[in-house]
């Protein structure tokens, strides 16, 4: 059973586009977040979601916009697609006092062309 | 300059050697400091965490932490070759009801040939 999903996997897309990446944890956990990793591996910090509200927003231009369904969702659309948004997005989740301890998902691969 | 440095490595060692690891951030309000790994194409996964400074011990994985000199390292004793991967620290303040967040060192990679 996989405890954070994320779906698709590849995402291969023009720029321009709009596309969105799902993500859905079965662990009950109260707080999700989304992190960009660059082709160097630097793992950052997008947003995170605590019960279904919004918590964290790092400087992310506003073509990102992430939402939370409920507790065991969150999901990021993407606007207008650029060939720097190409990069690994990965969600996570965790308990809110336990924000060290976060599960990963699988990564969801996007290369803008 | 970031928070948090690593050396990207890649740091190769024979298969029983110890492997060490370790970064350094500017950061005095880090007090929790986790070592992430990561296989090639897959998602982060956490291996040991430590509160303030001191030692861990778990099997293999020995942490420290160093706040006076905003060090921190991993070792790996009697490493393998399944031990072959990236590994990332990541480092956050005070756990707060919400709102945390973990900031990330660029990661090492390692390589533990037979």
């Known amino acids: 059973d996989t405890a954070v999903s994320q779906t698709p996997k590849y995402l291969v897309t023009q720029m321009g586009n709009d596309k969105s990446i799902k993500c859905e944890q079965n662990?009950?956990?109260?707080?999700m977040y989304w992190y960009k990793q660059d082709s160097k591996k630097f793992l950052k910090i997008m947003f995170s979601?605590?019960?279904?509200?919004?918590?964290i927003n790092e400087t992310v231009p506003n073509r990102f916009s992430p939402k939370s369904p409920d507790k065991a969702h969150l999901n990021l659309h993407i606007n207008s697609l650029e060939l720097g948004d190409s990069a690994v997005y990965f969600c996570?989740?965790?308990?809110?006092?336990?924000?060290?301890?976060?599960?990963f998902g699988p990564g969801t691969r996007l290369t803008v062309t | 300059q970031k928070e948090v440095e690593q050396d990207p490595g890649p740091l190769s060692v024979p298969e029983g050697a110890i492997v060490s690891l370790n970064c350094t951030y500017s950061?005095?309000?880090?007090?929790?400091f986790m070592w992430y790994r990561q296989y090639s194409r897959k998602g982060p996964e956490l291996l040991m965490y430590?509160?303030?400074?001191g030692n861990k011990e778990d099997g293999r994985f020995t942490a420290q932490v160093d706040k006076s000199s905003k060090y921190i390292s991993l070792f790996i004793r009697d490493s393998q070759p399944s031990d072959s991967a990236t590994y990332l620290c990541a480092m956050s303040g005070a756990i707060k009801a919400a709102g945390n967040k973990l900031t990330f060192g660029g990661g090492t990679r390692v390589l533990v040939k037979p």
């Open positions: 996570a989740s965790s308990q809110a006092t336990g924000a060290y301890e976060q599960y």
């Open positions: 430590t509160y303030s400074s």
């Open positions: 950061n005095s309000a880090f007090q929790y």
């Open positions: 979601y605590n019960n279904k509200e919004l918590i």
């Open positions: 662990l009950g956990h109260d707080t």
